[in-house]
């Protein structure tokens, strides 16, 4: 026994970190399997309850409370019929009568054989009971006394009629009560014993991780304190085993992917969640490395206009259908006639940034500005785009008609004098911005100015 023992012990020491991972999940797979055709199982039967509820029972109920209805609405009808004298209500009559003969079919159909059995004498009754209605119809101007005795006749009948279909709807109703109560003591049981395999699936996954742990835990503890340092932001100095086996390789695998996470934290604090271009803190890096290197370049400021007009229209949803457009089409537009080079970004809200070449900007400019004209009226309702405005509040609350939305696009570019910082090119840029959206439609300022003194070039494309 000893010795079969020890054969087992050597051959587990011999298996690889992924050979024996393997071995202790095992028994958690066989439970999950037990588990889980555990689970289908009982979930097969309480769905079959639940479909014989709602197939039979609801049905049912339904169909005899719906009969009832019918009944009471014929002799509602019949009653303003003698006093008006009416076709209406002669033809709301027989409507109601058609009532009653579907939910009567749906009862032959939908309801347990025993009850279904009384479709046919509850047919016959209500046939009696139309047919005392219509004689009475005949036979007007009755005398008091032969009024006295219909009304004794459908009296007999209609109660006869709903004792049945009260009597029907309370044995459909205590079948779904029953039916219910069955399906909340298997829910029940089956919570019961889902927990119980769970706990000892628990029980047998610590075992497992107890034995899986006990060769390797000096490194485990390593990697653990390197975890630690990943939540703490700590991306360069987490410990690298240079051992040869499975754990090294996981090692180098750690630090490898902590130096990918801080190059993606970086990125995605500064990168905007709709667009996922880059944001305020790259586009100002990009302009300030441009600037501080005297690197020929064009700043374009893209602002989408009337883009609050649209939000307050169609709300916060479609308008980022509008940036998300927009962004689509400057990227696109760059790719085609920008330089490789280029730098697109995203500053937040409807403001864009195109950082290209001094003599790629009027081509990107223009082709953003056509293809961003030539398709946001697909964004708009039908009746909006047939109207060519959309009509909304200013500011201030006045009504007013506003335009679709457009594009102003200023340019700042160091061709003609050199730049001293980022920050003024920023403020030139939003100036001409400013000055752009007082002008109706797309267009593009260019600042041809050597920035102490000059003239601006307004440079407009308008396809509406």
Not at 162 to 173: F, N, P, S, T, V
Not at 185 to 202: K, N, P
Not at 251 to 270: I, N, P, T
Not at 350 to 374: G, H, W
């Amino acid at each position: 026994m000893k010795t079969i023992y020890s054969g087992i012990l050597r051959r587990y020491l011999r298996l690889t970190i992924r050979g024996k991972m393997l071995l202790g999940y095992l028994p958690l797979v066989v439970l999950v399997v037990v588990l889980s055709t555990a689970y289908v199982l009982r979930l097969e039967r309480i769905m079959g309850i639940n479909e014989e509820i709602l197939e039979h029972d609801i049905p049912t109920a339904e169909a005899a409370g719906g009969m009832v209805d019918s009944l009471l609405s014929q002799e509602l009808y019949a009653n303003r019929f003698f006093i008006l004298g009416s076709a209406e209500m002669r033809e709301a009559f027989s409507l109601r009568g058609a009532e009653f003969k579907d939910s009567l079919a749906v009862l032959k159909e939908k309801a347990p054989p025993a009850l279904a059995a009384s479709a046919g004498p509850l047919a016959s009754l209500h046939e009696r009971y139309e047919r005392l209605f219509e004689e009475e119809f005949a036979a007007r101007p009755a005398t008091p006394e032969a009024q006295e005795g219909f009304r004794e006749r459908v009296r007999g009948v209609q109660d006869e009629i709903i004792g049945q279909l009260k009597q029907i709807e309370g044995q459909a109703r205590k079948s779904q009560e029953e039916r219910t109560r069955r399906m909340a003591e298997m829910q029940r049981s089956t919570f019961t014993l889902m927990l119980a395999l769970s706990g000892l699936g628990v029980l047998v996954g610590a075992g497992a991780a107890l034995l899986i742990t006990r060769d390797i835990a000096s490194s485990i503890s390593r990697l653990r304190a390197a975890t630690a340092q990943l939540a703490e932001g700590r991306f360069d100095e987490l410990p690298n085993l240079r051992g040869q086996d499975e754990l090294g390789e996981l090692s180098w695998a750690f630090y490898e992917m902590g130096q990918k996470l801080k190059a993606l934290e970086e990125a995605k604090l500064d990168s905007s969640p709709l667009t996922h271009l880059p944001g305020g803190l790259a586009i100002e890096n990009a302009l300030r490395a441009r600037v501080e290197h005297a690197a020929p370049f064009a700043f374009c400021l893209i602002d989408v206009d009337n883009f609050k007009a649209f939000n307050d229209r169609y709300g916060y949803s479609r308008g980022n259908l509008v940036l998300t457009h927009a962004a689509r089409i400057i990227v696109e537009a760059d790719q085609q006639f920008g330089d490789a080079k280029d730098f697109v970004g995203h500053i937040g809200g409807d403001d864009f940034v195109v950082l290209t070449l001094p003599e790629r900007y009027e081509a990107v400019c223009k082709e953003v500005i056509a293809r961003f004209d030539a398709t946001i009226s697909s964004l708009y309702d039908p009746e909006d785009r047939e109207r060519g405005y959309i009509e909304g509040e200013t500011r201030q609350g006045v009504k007013t008609h506003f335009p679709f939305a457009s594009l102003s696009i200023a340019v700042v570019t160091n061709q003609k004098a050199a730049l001293e910082s980022h920050i003024k090119v920023s403020e030139i840029a939003a100036a001409l911005k400013e000055y752009a959206k007082t002008i109706a439609g797309s267009k593009f300022i260019v600042d041809r100015r050597a920035h102490e003194a000059g003239d601006l070039s307004v440079t407009g494309a308008q396809s509406r």
